[in-house]
Every structure is written in structure tokens, then in C-alpha cells.
T-cell receptor, first 114, second 113 residues
Framework: GAGVSQSPRYKVAKRGQDVALRCDPI?????LFWYQQALGQGPEFLTY????????KSGLPSDRFFAERPEGSVSTLKIQRTQQEDSAVYLC????????????FGSGTRLTVV | DQQVKQNSPSLSVQEGRISILNCDYT??????FLWYKKYPAEGPTFLIS?????DKNEDGRFTVFLNKSAKHLSLHIVPSQPGDSAVYFC????????????FGKGTHLIIQP
């Protein structure tokens, strides 16, 4: 596609529920990043893939967060047993090269945990 | 601790004048810096970047200045236009390679007619 596509755009989850957020990167883009943006804050790095390999997951806040990109294209961010502090916009970005500069963000998924 | 700081949550500038957005960083390992622009309900859009080997990079109305000794960078927009009203994020990277970016909290720029 023309841009990075994320679904759903909005997700309301009851506390304790599992959620799965999807990211379709730009076709052919090698690098894929996930970020979490809380209200009034800048995006915070969660994890990074190069093709199907997860090269850095140092930003994942707890073991309830899990990301995968099994075929090197679409990626899923899964959050188990959601808690209220997980409420945020989850942004996905992709890039055609290994460099982190200038990559393209999707519009994000706004997760609200009630 | 915040490694990238944008100390002005908002900035109001008259149309046609210069907008100057500031950013400070603490991590001396950062060697690549970027500015992103964000409209409501959209993802951030890459605007301009600068490598630590340079002190200035210009692209049309946008210029980024880097002062490594002061660990400070700024984005200049001239002339400012109504469509420039948005939240601007400063971001930094170590190595420009497989790392993620570290973002500031953003500055909301409002261009007044």
C-alpha cells in the first residue's frame, strides 16, 4: 500500500482482556518499529524488527507485551491481561533501510483500557 | 530521566514570521537528530534531520541547527504558514542504525493569522 496501515484505529478493552494490534508496513520495507505514545508525551520505543528478526525488544514495558513479524511483512503487537496504564496510542513505523532516520509512521491504534 | 527535552509545550507565532523550536539532549552518544510533525489523529511525519557531523541542514523553509557542545538543536521555519500549525517532536538516535528513536514531549506550534 501507499502508507503504513494500522488496525483497528480504536480499541476499547476491559481490564484483564488480551488485545492484538496489527501493522501493515509499506511493501518491501525491511525495518519495522513499534512505539507507545501516552497522552501528552512523545512516542516511546517498544521494539524493532528487521525482516522477521526481532533485533531489539528493550522497550517492551513488561512480559505482557509481545510482538511478532513471522513473514517479515505484517506485524502484530499483543498485550495480555491489559491494565489501565496500557492506555495509549500504539504507533507502527517502517523503513526501507536499516537506518532509523526518516521512517514512515502509521496513524496508530488508540487503546483505551476500562 | 528524559534524554531529549523540549521545554516549550506550546509556541504561538504570527503568520509570515520565523518559528524557532528548541530541543536539548543529554546523551552524548546521540549522533543523528530528527524533527517530526504531527497533526491530530495522524502519525508523526518526518520533516528534516541532521547528522552530528554537520551543524546545519536546510530544506526549503525548514532549517535545523545543531550545537553539539551545548547539546542543543533548533528548528527554524521561515516564513511560517497556517499549515505549519501542528505538534513538532524532536528525536535522536544512537548510530542511526538498528536503534529506535528517543523522542521529546513535543511543542505545539500555533500559527496565528
Amino acid at each position: 500500500g501507499a502508507g503504513v496501515s494500522q488496525s483497528p484505529r480504536y480499541k476499547v478493552a476491559k481490564r484483564g482482556q488480551d488485545v492484538a494490534l496489527r501493522c501493515d508496513p509499506i511493501s518491501g520495507h525491511v525495518s519495522l518499529f513499534w512505539y507507545q505514545q501516552a497522552l501528552g508525551q512523545g512516542p516511546e520505543f517498544l521494539t524493532y524488527f528487521q525482516n522477521e528478526a526481532q533485533l531489539d525488544k528493550s522497550g517492551l514495558p513488561s512480559d505482557r507485551f509481545f510482538a511478532e513479524r513471522p513473514e517479515g511483512s505484517v506485524s502484530t503487537l499483543k498485550i495480555q491481561r491489559t491494565q489501565q496504564e496500557d492506555s495509549a496510542v500504539y504507533l507502527c513505523a517502517s523503513s526501507s533501510n536499516r537506518g532509523s532516520y526518516g521512517y514512515t509512521f502509521g496513524s496508530g491504534t488508540r487503546l483505551t483500557v476500562v | 530521566d528524559q534524554q531529549v527535552k523540549q521545554n516549550s509545550p506550546s509556541l504561538s507565532v504570527q503568520e509570515g514570521r520565523i518559528s524557532i523550536l528548541n530541543c536539548d539532549y543529554t546523551n552524548s552518544m546521540f549522533d543523528y537528530f530528527l524533527w517530526y510533525k504531527k497533526y491530530p489523529a495522524e502519525g508523526p511525519t518526518f520533516l528534516i534531520s541532521i547528522s552530528s557531523i554537520k551543524d546545519k541542514n536546510e530544506d526549503g523553509r525548514f532549517t535545523v541547527f545543531l550545537n553539539k557542545s551545548a547539546k542543543h538543536l533548533s528548528l527554524h521555519i521561515v516564513p511560517s504558514q497556517p499549515g505549519d500549525s501542528a505538534v513538532y517532536f524532536c528525536a535522536a538516535s544512537e548510530g542511526g542504525g538498528a536503534d529506535g528513536l528517543t523522542f521529546g514531549k513535543g511543542t505545539h506550534l500555533i500559527i496565528q493569522p
